[in-house]
């Protein structure tokens, strides 16, 4: 009997050793880490969440390290980080050409490097998720030429536009796809000025000197939602009634948002974050694994996005939405701050 | 040299920061077409409202002989505190003290100060009781502080002031400025008294010369230090407060970069960084100069950059103008 118990415990544990391994396996397949340009605004803070969640059920551990929007910071958590030979690093680079060289150290370690959001086309990488930020000032583009139509019965007037640091490539791409695009309008005169450090008393600062020195303002483009807070007080200050001066913004978050709701901003440009933070997870396994990715349509979580195989590696373009009265609850939007119900699956 | 000269010869090196801003407005106004009209100027005192109420308290410390660098972080504490409590959009809780809702002036007030207050109190305590250097303390409270905020605000923003406090940064009809220029103005003129009239104002300013020679005059020098970091960082805890209010609401990165604006202000205001020397008059002008100059290149559409090499410049510039004034003095005494 001693034996038969002693057997069947044995047994059982060995069972239960090899359910454990596999469990553990299933479930965490490494760490990943998430090198996230600052915290200091709401898109980058949302991404971290995103992206920690999304990649855990998929089965990785995120560890996200913040650069605080320095450079040399981020160069040197690429070094640490290297060291520490995760599965994967995920890159959304305070400078876009000053981290290429860390892409490569990384890289020649065996480690794949994808890069979110922010999009480098100069090395190699392993896999891109981006929105486009010249795309961004592409839509943007589309929206304003719209709404001055509108109001002017033609595509001209003035606008303000409100880049922000002038050192982040991020606001000059956009600002380059927002400009080409308005090249066509030659009546639409653009005054462009930047929020140093996109700090948003600086914005408002610029939009109280313009307002007085242009009065004849028509369109208020700002390159961030919080940007878009002061530019409101800013205009409420200055006696402004909402919608009496248009304003439109980028980047989707929800203050951004609420503002549409209480009718001071027409636009706003979502870069669509959960979306692109999903396409990362779906496609984890195959970077990881080194598989082949192949280029086409996919679904990402309701939006039809593209891989194609560029220079730079493999890349996905998720379009960037115009959010505006009419949408402005869809749930899809991530500065509505509702996830995704439905589980994210690795691409097959 | 007549009594009369040197007297004028004294008023003179004693107001040179407000001399160059009338050649600087006059400069721009002739200069730039539409920078001279009332509304280009009210926009000049209002922007100099935070940056300035926030170089009252970095100034009194500096005369003091001590440093204080977390002005500006406990300026973005107290806006996202003001944000959180008092917006009604974004993580703001949008809190109103009805029946009387303009309760929230004064308890939104108090509460910044207080806030500010406490982190001046820490900072002074361990200059003064465990004799830690001043820029190392404060320096350590600029990053814990604005990890703070970013901890509290979970990098998110609050929008959407509260209409009873949003009112502090609507311009008032007559005079076109805003309550919260106003605050600005009257805190300049009661530090002012409270530095040149005052004991305690000239105990600071002596400790700042010399501290050991005060000591042994019978000033309780530590108790004054303590003071001077309280002031400044409830004096913050009020710039931050106007921030929140101009700006209707708070971001995690609100305030970033007027440690440096507010720096530049007090030098070129003044007051020395040896201590000892300045007054708050010229720290004003100081800062209304940054603020004129900024609104020049706001409205020329120059790159920003030019911002930060002009600010450079006259940094130099005042130590420059502060040496060669030092040298004046030594030979008219």
């Given at each position: 009997m001693k034996r038969f118990l002693r057997a069947t415990l044995a047994a059982g544990a060995i069972a239960m050793a090899a359910f454990a391994s596999h469990t553990a396996e299933a479930q965490d397949k490494g760490k990943v880490f998430y090198m996230v340009p600052t915290l200091l605004d709401e898109f980058q803070t949302a991404s971290v969440e995103a992206i920690t969640n999304f990649m855990k059920e998929v089965g990785y551990t995120v560890e996200a390290k913040n650069a605080d929007n320095k450079t040399d910071l981020q160069q040197s958590q690429m070094n640490d980080v290297i060291a520490l030979k995760p599965k994967a690093i995920i890159l959304a680079a305070v400078d876009f050409n000053a981290l290429v060289p860390s892409i490569e150290k990384a890289r020649a370690a065996g480690i794949p490097v994808m890069i979110f959001d922010r999009q480098i086309k100069t090395t190699k990488s392993d896999f891109t998720s981006v929105a486009g930020t010249v795309e961004i000032g592409y839509v943007a583009a589309d929206q304003i030429q719209g709404l001055l139509k509108t109001k002017n019965g033609s595509v001209k007037g003035k606008v303000l536009q409100v880049l922000g640091d002038?050192?982040?490539?991020y606001t000059l791409e956009i600002q380059q796809g927002f400009e080409e695009k308005m090249k066509a309008f030659p009546d639409v005169k653009i005054i462009s000025l930047p929020a140093m450090q996109w700090e948003a008393s600086n914005a408002g600062t610029i939009v109280s000197d313009q307002l007085v020195a242009?009065?004849?303002?028509d369109l208020i483009f700002v390159h961030a939602a919080h940007l878009a807070v002061a530019a409101v007080a800013s205009l409420e200050a200055k006696g402004k009634k909402p919608g009496e001066v248009m304003l439109v913004s980028s980047n989707g978050a929800p203050v951004g948002l609420d503002l549409i709701r209480k009718g001071w901003e027409n636009v706003e440009v979502e870069q669509p974050l959960f979306a692109q933070a999903a396409a990362l997870a779906m496609f984890a396994d195959k970077v990881i694994n080194k598989q082949e990715i192949k280029p086409g349509k996919y679904d990402v979580l309701g939006l039809e996005s593209e891989v194609t195989i560029e220079s730079w590696g493999a890349n996905i373009k998720i379009p960037g939405a115009a959010i505006n009265k009419g949408n402005v609850d869809d749930t899809k939007f991530w500065g509505n701050l509702k996830p995704p119900a439905t589980p994210i699956k690795p691409v097959e | 040299m007549s009594a009369r000269q040197r007297a004028i010869i004294e008023f003179m090196l004693d107001n040179l920061v407000w001399l160059l801003l009338i050649v600087v407005l006059a400069a721009f106004s002739i200069?730039?077409?539409?920078?001279?009209?009332i509304g280009i100027f009210t926009n000049i005192i209002e922007d100099s409202t935070y940056v300035g109420v926030m170089a009252i308290g970095l100034a009194i410390v500096i005369i003091a002989g001590n440093m204080d660098l977390s002005v500006e972080s406990v300026a973005g504490l107290t806006a996202m505190v003001t944000g959180i409590l008092f917006c009604n959009g974004g993580i703001g809780l949008g809190y109103t003290m009805a029946p009387?809702?303009?309760l929230a002036i004064p308890v939104s007030l108090l509460l910044a100060i207080a806030v500010g207050g406490i982190i001046g109190f820490s900072n002074g305590l361990l200059v003064v009781k465990l004799r830690m250097n001043a820029f190392i303390v404060t320096l350590a409270s600029y990053i814990w502080v604005r990890g703070l905020v970013l901890a509290l605000s979970g990098g998110r923003s609050a929008q959407g002031m509260v209409p009873e406090l949003r009112i502090i940064g609507i311009p008032i009809d007559?005079?076109?400025?805003p309550p919260s220029a106003l605050i600005a103005i009257v805190s300049f003129i009661g530090f002012s008294f409270l530095m040149r009239r005052t004991p305690f104002g000239r105990h600071i300013t002596m400790i700042g010369g010399n501290p050991i020679a005060t000591f042994r005059a019978g000033i309780k020098t530590d108790r004054l230090i303590l003071v001077s970091f309280i002031l400044a960082g409830a004096v913050a805890g009020i710039a931050g407060w106007l921030l929140a209010i101009r700006t209707s609401g708070a971001t995690a990165n609100l305030g970033v970069g007027m440690l440096f604006k507010a720096f530049a202000a007090v030098v070129i205001g003044g007051v020395s960084l040896k201590g000892g020397i300045g007054q708050l008059p010229g720290v004003y002008a100081g800062v209304l100069l940054l603020s004129a100059i900024q609104t020049a290149i706001n409205l020329m559409g120059l790159p920003a950059h030019y911002t930060q090499l002009i600010l450079g410049a006259l940094v130099l510039a005042a130590m420059l103008i502060d040496t060669l004034k030092l040298q004046i003095r030594q030979r008219l005494a």
């Open positions: 002038p050192a982040d490539p242009n009065p004849d303002i | 200069g730039i077409p539409s920078y001279f009209q009387v809702e303009w007559p005079i076109l400025l």
